[in-house]
């Protein structure tokens, strides 16, 4: 947690004290010249302590990924001479999610943030490396799926023929740009008077320019039945006159 974090320290080096009370600070991989009487002890000092953790982010399939961080701890100096420069939150899947990419599929994605690095607010100068660390969390990434709604339109042809009228098109809404329905099943239809047509969503396919099956991406619902009527043909009869 937090405090445990804060209370992180790093070894310095050491301090040789002598009987008359002087003493000498020696750093990590200095020879020490020996004294019978002296007394050597450990120097060590705080470090600054980070921790950074990637949000949460959810999208719909097609979004734009712009993934972003928190810093949950820091014991930076108060007075703002240091800043946290540099981080990055990267998904594996699709690479730096600063850059152009193919939509990821729906699922879920870790998010890891790296790179952070502590500087001198006045220079720009990073800041002695061995005096801090940063601790980094993943977070996770949420795709959903595009909703999709697909509707029977009504027969082009609705005067009576002596076959069952169903539907013959259809509308598609939510679509992703370069998709589209590559194919679906109609239901419903009549004879002949007042019949409804729909859209068994089961059936609905989607694909892209490419003709990849797409419909893993969308949440297909079918739209309400279309109502229409088939109405009676028109024919002509001829009566002749019969003479007398």
Request: with cysteine.
């Amino acid at each position: 947690d937090a405090a445990a974090l804060n209370a992180q320290q790093a070894f310095s080096g050491w301090k040789l004290t002598y009987p008359n009370g002087s003493y000498l600070r020696v750093k990590p991989g200095a020879e020490i010249d020996p004294y019978t009487d002296c007394v050597l002890t450990a120097v060590w000092k705080d470090i600054y302590v980070v921790c950074i953790k990637a949000n949460d982010l959810t999208v719909s399939f097609g979004e734009e990924i712009k993934p972003e961080y928190s810093v949950t701890y820091s014991n930076l100096p108060a007075d703002g001479s240091l800043e946290l420069r540099g981080t990055v939150v990267s998904c594996a899947e699709l690479g730096n999610t600063d850059a152009d990419s193919s939509p990821l599929f729906p699922g879920a994605y870790s998010l890891s943030p790296s790179s952070a690095d502590i500087c001198k607010k006045e220079t720009g100068e990073s800041f002695d490396s061995a005096d801090y660390r940063i601790f980094y969390t993943d977070g996770q990434l949420t795709v959903l799926p595009l909703k999709l709604t697909v509707s029977a339109c009504a027969p082009e042809s609705s005067v009576y023929d002596g076959t069952v009228k169903t539907a013959d098109s259809f509308t598609a809404d939510g679509l992703y740009p370069g998709h589209s329905v590559a194919s679906v099943k109609y239901t419903g239809g009549t004879l002949f008077g007042a019949g409804k047509v729909g859209i068994d969503a089961d059936s609905v396919v989607v694909t892209d320019a490419a003709g990849n099956d797409m419909s893993s991406c969308y949440e297909i619902t079918a739209g309400a039945e279309t109502v229409f009527t088939v109405s009676p043909c028109s024919s002509t009869v001829t009566v002749k006159a019969k003479s007398l």
